[in-house]
């Protein structure tokens, strides 16, 4: 199975939480035939939910030669809170929180979260990782309930919650954490991209500070954040397209530089002209002949045309952030969803200017703002780490 993907369960969660119940009190090894006579559930439904339940720690698959399924350590847990008056479905979250799951499903919500992601589009988000484990290769109705029942689970987790058909992460859910703390630290990403080693000695740094600022809830230190991610991206957009920087200048010269025909806006001279401006060039007392003065002329007029075919590219030092993520997006450094989600960083991280920010009537700096770009900032430092180079 691939890293960061699972299975989904194939009914809803009332029907998932009773094949967990069944293993109550005694907790024994089941046949699925015996787990579904213990749930009162047809068999069909246990191999259908089985994959997703040992997946996520829930169930342990015993020998296949016996093909009997036992609760796990968390599992037992699980199973013990769903039998309580009423049941505790909070215990939900030790499930997601230690499968190893959870930083890949909340990715796309974290992208969204000022906005909040749409229900169906994150189903879709969803059955892409299942895509992956060989599970399915179509969205059926099982498999939407599937994906339905999961985002179920994370909100009776107290992990997510549902307004309007929009999904938002819970910023203090009741695993007791920040959700802040899903952001990567320095030792989860693979810094190798950036080949300049003391640029890369800096972003460890900066990052360092960053998740410093990030975990301490005294001092929210909304700016200083926005600044750090701001600076970080840039950063890494400048080291990444200094690696082959004429393809980068060649970008942006077609994204920003219009190319003049020969001669532009200057055409060549006429020769009552050249010898109007020669007559005018002896009155200046420069002692030169008519035929240097009209070399000269000619001389510095080529130059003006050839300037305007080729216009000058700046230094990759002197470029705006939006023009890093344009050429980043016009090389496919960046993805379509990277662009979008590097300008929305951008476009945050520029409320710190504070004319910007009185121009963004009804914008105000708060947590959820500044965890949403710590989020963004994750999503394209993860994606930049796994990008593959020829």
């Not at 993520?325 to 409320?351: E, M, P, Q, T």
Request: with cysteine.
């Amino acid at each position: 199975m691939s890293k960061g993907s699972f299975r989904l369960p194939g009914q809803d969660l009332p029907e998932l939480e009773k094949v967990v119940r069944a293993y109550c009190p005694y907790h024994e090894e089941l046949s699925p035939q015996e787990l579904a006579e213990r749930a009162a559930v047809p068999k069909v439904q246990i191999s259908r939910n089985a994959g997703f339940l040992v997946d996520f720690g829930v169930l342990e698959e015993q020998s296949k030669h016996c093909y009997k399924y036992k609760l796990g350590p968390r599992g037992r847990r699980l199973a013990d809170a769903l039998s309580e008056e009423p049941p505790d479905r909070g215990a939900w979250c030790d499930i997601l929180d230690s499968s190893g799951h959870l930083h890949s499903i909340l990715q796309p919500l974290r992208v969204g979260q000022q906005q909040g992601t749409d229900k169906e589009r994150f189903v879709q988000s969803l059955f892409q990782m299942a895509k992956k484990t060989g599970q399915t290769h179509e969205l059926s109705e099982r498999y939407k309930r599937g994906a339905t029942a999961l985002i179920e689970v994370l909100k009776v987790a107290g992990i997510v919650e549902e307004k309007e058909h929009k999904l938002f992460l819970l910023l203090k859910n009741k695993c007791g954490t920040s959700d802040n703390n899903a952001l990567l630290s320095t030792s989860d990403i693979d810094w190798s991209f950036v080949t300049d080693g003391d640029l890369k000695e800096l972003l460890k740094t900066d990052y360092n500070e960053l998740a410093e600022l990030r975990d301490n809830d005294k001092v929210p230190a909304l700016k200083s954040k926005l600044v750090l991610c701001g600076s970080i991206l840039e950063a890494v957009l400048v080291s990444i397209l200094s690696q082959d920087e004429q393809s980068a200048k060649d970008q942006y010269k077609t994204l920003y530089l219009k190319q003049k025909s020969p001669g532009g806006k200057v055409p060549p001279l006429s020769e009552p002209e050249l010898q109007h401006l020669i007559e005018v060039v002896k009155t200046w007392s420069i002692s030169a002949d008519a035929q240097s003065i009209r070399e000269i002329l000619e001389y510095y007029q080529k130059l003006v045309r050839e300037k305007q075919r080729d216009p000058k590219v700046p230094d990759l030092d002197d470029w705006k952030l939006q023009q890093l993520i344009d050429v980043s997006r016009g090389l496919d450094i960046l993805d379509d969803n990277g662009k979008r989600i590097a300008i929305h960083l951008k476009d945050y991280r520029n409320l710190v200017h504070p004319m910007v920010a009185m121009r963004r009537v009804g914008t105000i700096l708060d947590l959820r703002i500044v965890a949403s770009v710590l989020f963004q900032l994750d999503y394209i430092l993860d994606h930049l780490s796994k990008r593959k180079t020829s």
